[in-house]
Structure formats: structure tokens, C-alpha cells
């Protein structure tokens, strides 16, 4: 029961976190392997297991969502189905051993992308990068999403600015929007598939709804520094914890 408990706790706060910013997976991820699932299982079921809090969290952003282009949701509707299903096929062939490899790696590069995405959106605006039909850069995230889904919501952060989006509360539903469309296909995927661990991706599901819910009103609240502030620190807490597994 305790292992339970550890585990609604993480998904409770990974779901307000993805809300807000992105990154509960860096919550969920490291309490289902602590709890000794398996890490390609527990990738797949930390998929699940926040996939509800997308769902809170873009229906706590539907007014941002629906201020969108309608011809350009459908464009970025296609581009995430077909990024997000790759992603999910490519860890039903990936090993243990080999997920262990990369996913320190991952940690860190959705740390990092999140850190300096002011820096890189500015690169980008001076390259002509920043094109909000880019649709390419969204299938490479999405297929990210659909592979490791650790620090998504952090990833597609960064690459809105890079599109060059200001508005915080425009970019979190849009991230939610898109983060609940890949997490949809990776969860058929890795059901069809047989590799979610059920009992304790039911528990999470319940808390990260709930969690991501809570998140949409307090994202509007907090001032955006220290969203980054704490999201950063997670970020490199977590990569840090997997480079020592790594390691050991």
C-alpha cells in the first residue's frame, strides 16, 4: 500500500506539473521504477498513467485552445497522430538495456531545451526558423513523445518558442492539446501491446486527473520565473539520478 500511495503522490503532482509547464514525468517515471516495474514497463505505463491529466489540463485551457486557427489545429492534429504512433512502435523493439542507455540522455535534453529556449527561439527568428506551419519539427517532437514522453510538455515549450509563441497560456494548452493526442496513441499502442502494468496505472490515471485540473487555474497564478525555476531543478535532479543508475 505504501508503494501505492508513493505512487498516486507522484502522479498527483505530475499531473499539476504538466499542466503548468510540463515535466511530471520526471515524477512518475522514477516512482514506478523505484517501485520495481521494469523501466521500458514503466515508461509505458507513466505514458498511461498521465495521459487523464492531459486531459484536465486542456480542458483547463479550452478557451486558449479554441483561440487557435482551426485549419492549423488540423494540421498539427496529423503531424502528432503520425509522430506519436512511430514513437510508440519504436519502444515495443527497444530492450531494458538499451532504454536504460537513453533515458538519462533524454532527461537531460528536455532539461536543457527548456532552459535555454529564449536563447534558441532568438537563434531561430534570426534563421527564418520560426514558422508556425513547420510541421516537420512537430512529427520529430511527437515522435520523442511517443518513445519516452519524459519532459514532453518541456520539449513542445521550447519548440513553440522556437515557432515563436509569447503567450504562456496560449503555449500550455496547445502542449496539453498535443500531449493529450500522442499520450492517446501511445496508449493504445502499449495496451494492444501488453505492456502496461495495470493495477498501478489505474491509481495514477485517478491522481494525475485530478492533479492536472488543479494545475490549469494555478498556471494562470504563478509567476512564470518560478515555473521555470522549479521545472529546471526537476529536470536536472532527474537526469542526474538516471546518470548514476546508468553508472552503477
Aim: aromatic share 10%; proline share 4%; hydrophobic share 55%.
Amino acid at each position: 500500500m505504501s508503494d501505492y500511495g508513493l505512487l498516486a503522490c507522484a502522479a498527483f503532482f505530475a499531473g499539476v506539473l504538466n499542466t503548468i509547464a510540463g515535466g511530471g514525468t520526471f515524477l512518475t517515471l522514477p516512482a514506478l521504477v523505484f517501485t520495481g516495474v521494469p523501466l521500458v514497463t514503466a515508461n509505458a505505463t507513466s505514458a498511461v498513467a498521465v495521459s487523464p491529466g492531459y486531459l484536465g489540463g486542456a480542458a483547463g485551457f479550452r478557451r486558449e485552445i479554441s483561440a487557435y486557427p482551426r485549419r492549423q489545429l488540423l494540421k498539427i492534429v496529423g503531424a502528432t497522430l503520425f509522430g506519436g504512433l512511430v514513437g510508440s512502435l519504436l519502444l515495443l523493439v527497444s530492450s531494458n538495456e538499451a532504454f536504460s542507455f537513453v533515458v538519462p540522455f533524454l532527461l537531460l535534453i528536455a532539461t536543457t531545451a527548456f532552459a535555454f529556449a529564449e536563447p534558441v527561439q532568438k537563434w531561430a527568428q534570426r534563421h527564418r526558423f520560426a514558422k508556425a506551419d513547420n510541421m516537420a519539427s512537430l512529427i520529430v517532437v511527437a515522435i520523442y513523445g511517443g518513445y519516452f514522453n519524459g519532459g514532453l510538455g518541456i520539449v513542445l515549450l521550447a519548440l513553440f518558442a522556437c515557432w515563436g509563441m509569447r503567450d504562456l497560456d496560449q503555449m500550455n494548452g496547445l502542449k496539453n492539446a498535443i500531449s493529450l493526442l500522442i499520450s492517446g496513441t501511445s496508449v493504445a499502442t502499449f495496451a494492444l501491446a501488453g505492456l502496461v502494468a495495470w493495477p498501478q496505472a489505474l491509481v495514477m490515471m485517478a491522481a494525475a486527473t485530478i492533479g492536472g485540473y488543479a494545475g490549469a487555474p494555478l498556471a494562470r497564478r504563478l509567476p512564470t520565473a518560478l515555473v521555470r525555476a522549479v521545472i529546471i531543478m526537476v529536470g536536472t535532479a532527474m537526469s542526474l539520478i538516471f546518470f548514476a543508475r546508468l553508472l552503477n
